[in-house]
């Protein structure tokens, strides 16, 4: 049925009930030591062997601390007080997997520790009863000293939160990503030339820490850090990846004036704006000087020019206005482009950005054009891989980026649509096995910043496959599928899934001998940066997906101006589905762990333009923007707490449901809120205390009232009747849909049981927000959109005039169709 109905925007629908999460209990406890007073006395001498903090001046010591094999290390008991937890990480060995962690300690907390062990020796806690029973007491602080095997004073790569292989190998001066204690700032670089250690002035800021970069030997860095102490975690500074040169190609001038002809500019300066950063846009070509007005382009460093040297970034002007021109010029039909282009230059015209913090240079190019207030799409096709493996793991640049789209830096504080792309596979690492094989590879992960979490991360598949039958070549990838140049994500778990979606990037061409190489048959078409010399370039790879991207966001939020970046993200991701080609890598009765390799290749899939921008009889939207107080300060312990969980009643199609009876109908539900992040190394493992805050959202049961839910996830709400878990009938299940802060998942009911499911619940779960320190300054609100589709799968059904009949009767500020 055809999509040409618009969604239904709701307002004021959700009811703030109290809310608490369930379950919990505390973790795992290491096993009893086999010889108690034997095992006290190894870590004391461990400890005596300690320089000696006090005497020798020293602001601390750097330790590194080893859990027992196969046994949970005390990570949180060990950050006590005089004792900063820096890092954690686990080996495997012979002997099993082995937790370890790099802390420092003042000299206060070292004599902390060490009487934390002696009273592990010799005192035990009460005896205590319960029911009836007298339990005996336990050594004191058994936990903490039970789940340690060594403690060591801390070298240079206990610090190291950069790929292993990135280490300094030599002692040779080099630049070094120094992160630091906020409060030790001024004093660290203040003091750091006296030891040989050159500070450059650009810092990245976060929540636990700051950035700056220093240049210095190992030998150095080292001395600096053990005198003067405040560094929390050392890693390489990036450079970005460099950009591949078009190839090229022979067109006329003719095609460019006849296209100008045929191209209708309705985009006014209040209308939206794709921002390209990148190496600038040439003004020059007629297809784009209509919508690049000479004040809107610019530089993230003042002494650079605006013209686009490299290339890079008017091909992708040109995409993100027409996008593959391959069809567009064959064309006969009115071109119409609704929006505008602006331009940051933020690789430089000559080689790279050599040692500056890649998070500051993107803060700079967005301040330079945020001086005006436009609806902004910033576009990132620039990544690095010296941050590579970073397993899914957040970076400093990673990590601005998440900042900037939340809206916590950079000179305006609102949030913020920002696109990267995936990165591109060198084609010299693919032989004649499949190519799929070494897209999957752990060392072809993406590049940073596309692990960033509010960010839509943008990877490519293709379609094109058609190939002269002279060349002697054949296609890598078949239609429908990854394209080769697409990185992919290593990871399954803990971090976000990436990349979001995929576009088009172009195909490889293979002969009889490795490796593959792009083929102008197989690449996109695009507009040349030194016309008229030239009219038109070939453009490929994660690159020209990202900008193809930037061309649809850009248009859906045109016809949609009224929602949030958080909203249009979601609206646009949850559109993508997976296609034929993409899902023929499923067994015949896919498992929810079976989807794991689809998410890390594609994302959810390939955007659906129709879905995202309008509705139909049979299938809708209902989209909600709405706040929630995560967190707040408990009256009785002052400590922090969940604060409240949004209910919402949805308008639903209760009696066109009924109709259907037992045919099948498809729910799908995005949730979507920018986390304000917090990379401190500490945070590297958890998802919990990198983000502000986590949201997650709950759907009734057939049959389930609303007290009933809300029992049933809430430990604040009354409970009535047996409390169960929510039927398990979504497709992609907790452990993907629960990652990052974009949450997507679908189930597929009767419609019948469906009619009775229009209770959903948004609640929070941990963030490093709910620490008791953020709380005191006030209780933060967090806004969030959902996206709620449902979809008859092409049984005819009128659900959107039910819907639109019971939305008439509710108030006029509750709801509106968008």
């Known amino acids: 049925m055809p999509r040409n109905l618009r969604h239904f925007l709701l307002k004021d629908l959700g009811q703030a009930h109290p809310f608490r999460a369930k379950g919990g209990g505390g973790g795992k406890s290491p096993s009893d030591v086999l010889n108690r007073s034997g095992h006290a006395q190894a870590l004391l001498q461990a400890i005596d062997l300690l320089p000696p903090v006090a005497t020798d001046g020293l602001p601390g010591v750097y330790l590194e601390v080893k859990g027992r094999p196969n046994e949970p290390l005390a990570k949180d008991s060990l950050g006590s007080s005089g004792i900063a937890l820096l890092r954690s990480d686990a080996e495997v060995s012979e002997a099993g997997t082995i937790e370890t962690a790099t802390v420092f300690a003042t000299a206060k907390g070292v004599e902390k520790l060490r009487k934390k062990i002696?009273?592990?020796?010799?005192?035990?806690?009460?005896h205590r009863e319960k029911d009836g029973r007298l339990i005996p007491g336990r050594p004191k602080n058994a936990n903490l000293v039970q789940s340690l095997a060594a403690i060591t004073e801390a070298g240079l790569r206990a610090l190291w939160r950069g790929p292993q292989d990135k280490f300094p190998a030599d002692n040779g001066e080099?630049?070094?990503?120094?992160?630091?204690?906020?409060?030790?700032?001024?004093?660290?670089?203040?003091?750091?030339?006296?030891?040989?250690?050159?500070?450059?002035?650009?810092?990245?800021?976060?929540?636990?820490?700051?950035?700056?970069?220093?240049?210095?030997?190992?030998?150095?860095?080292?001395?600096?850090?053990?005198?003067?102490?405040?560094?929390?975690?050392?890693?390489?500074?990036?450079?970005?990846?460099?950009?591949?040169?078009?190839?090229?190609?022979?067109?006329?001038?003719?095609?460019?004036?006849?296209?100008?002809?045929?191209?209708?500019?309705?985009?006014?300066?209040?209308?939206?704006?794709?921002?390209?950063?990148?190496?600038?846009?040439?003004?020059?070509?007629?297809?784009?000087a209509p919508v690049l007005l000479a004040p809107d382009r610019h530089a993230a460093e003042p002494a650079w020019g605006l013209e686009d040297v490299r290339g890079h970034g008017t091909q992708l002007a040109g995409l993100a206005l027409f996008g593959d021109l391959t069809f567009t010029l064959q064309s006969t039909m009115p071109v119409t482009v609704s929006h505008r282009l602006e331009s940051v230059k933020l690789v430089p015209d000559a080689g790279v950005n050599p040692h500056h913090l890649l998070g500051v240079m993107t803060r700079r190019a967005i301040d330079t054009v945020e001086h005006t207030v436009r609806r902004r799409t910033f576009t990132m096709a620039a990544t690095t891989d010296e941050d590579t493996p970073h397993d899914g793991a957040p970076t400093s640049w990673s990590t601005e980026v998440d900042q900037l789209a939340a809206g916590v830096s950079g000179q305006r504080t609102n949030p913020r649509l920002i696109l990267v792309s995936a990165g591109n596979t060198d084609n010299f690492k693919f032989t004649a096995d499949p190519y799929l094989g070494t897209c999957d590879h752990l060392d072809n992960e993406l590049e940073s910043p596309a692990q960033a979490w509010n960010a839509i991360s943008v990877g490519a598949y293709t379609e094109k496959t058609m190939l002269p039958a002279t060349d002697g070549l054949t296609i890598v990838a078949p239609f429908g599928d990854l394209s080769p140049s697409s990185r992919t994500a290593s990871w399954s778990s803990t971090w976000p899934l990436k990349p979001d979606i995929v576009l088009e990037g172009g195909n490889w061409a293979a002969g009889t001998v490795p490796p593959p190489m792009r083929h102008s048959d197989l690449s996109l078409l695009t507009v040349h940066h030194a016309y008229p010399q030239r009219s038109f370039s070939l453009t490929y790879d994660t690159s020209a997906a990202t900008a193809i991207a930037a061309k649809q966001i850009t248009e859906l939020w045109s016809d949609y101006p009224l929602l949030w970046p958080?909203?249009?993200?979601?609206?646009?991701?949850?559109?993508?589905r997976w296609t034929p080609q993409m899902r023929s890598h499923l067994p015949a009765q896919p498992n929810k762990g079976s989807y794991a390799r689809l998410f890390q290749r594609y994302g959810y899939g390939v955007p659906d333009l129709d879905r995202a921008h309008r509705s139909a009889s049979n299938a809708l939207s209902l989209i909600v923007q709405d706040v929630i107080i995560p967190y707040g300060l408990s009256e009785k312990t002052g400590g922090g707490i969940h604060k409240e969980m949004r209910l919402f009643t949805l308008p639903w199609p209760v009696e066109e449901l009924r109709k259907l009876g037992n045919a099948e109908v498809t729910l799908r539900v995005a949730l979507s809120s920018f986390i304000a992040p917090n990379p401190a190394e500490a945070s590297r493992g958890s998802r919990y205390r990198y983000a502000s805050h986590n949201l997650r959202f709950k759907l009734n049961r057939a049959g389930e009232n609303a007290q009933q839910f809300m029992a049933r996830i809430s430990k604040a709400a009354e409970p009535a009747g047996p409390q169960v878990d929510e039927d398990d009938l979504w497709d992609f299940g907790s452990s993907r849909r629960d990652v990052g802060s974009l949450h997507i998942d679908q189930l597929t009911c009767k419609a019948s049981d469906l009619a009775r499911r229009n209770l959903l619940a948004i609640h929070p779960v941990a963030g490093w927000w709910q620490h008791t320190a953020m709380l005191k300054d006030g209780e933060p609100q967090v806004r969030f959109a959902l996206v709620v589709e449902i979809d008859t799968q092409g049984v005819e059904a009128d659900l959107y005039a039910e819907v639109q009949t019971t939305i008439t009767a509710l108030n006029a500020a509750q709801a509106i169709i968008i």
């Open 118 to 126: 002696e009273q592990f020796e010799t005192e035990d806690t009460p």
């Open 174 to 288: 080099t630049h070094w990503e120094i992160w630091l204690e906020p409060e030790e700032v001024d004093a660290f670089t203040a003091q750091a030339a006296a030891y040989q250690v050159q500070i450059e002035t650009d810092r990245l800021y976060f929540p636990e820490d700051v950035v700056v970069i220093g240049q210095a030997t190992r030998d150095h860095i080292a001395l600096a850090v053990r005198r003067l102490g405040g560094v929390r975690a050392l890693a390489a500074p990036a450079a970005t990846a460099d950009f591949f040169d078009a190839m090229d190609v022979q067109e006329q001038v003719a095609w460019v004036e006849d296209l100008s002809q045929r191209t209708t500019y309705t985009g006014g300066a209040n209308g939206g704006y794709v921002t390209l950063l990148d190496t600038g846009i040439s003004r020059a070509h007629p297809l784009l």
């Open 566 to 576: 958080e909203t249009i993200r979601a609206l646009y991701v949850a559109s993508a």
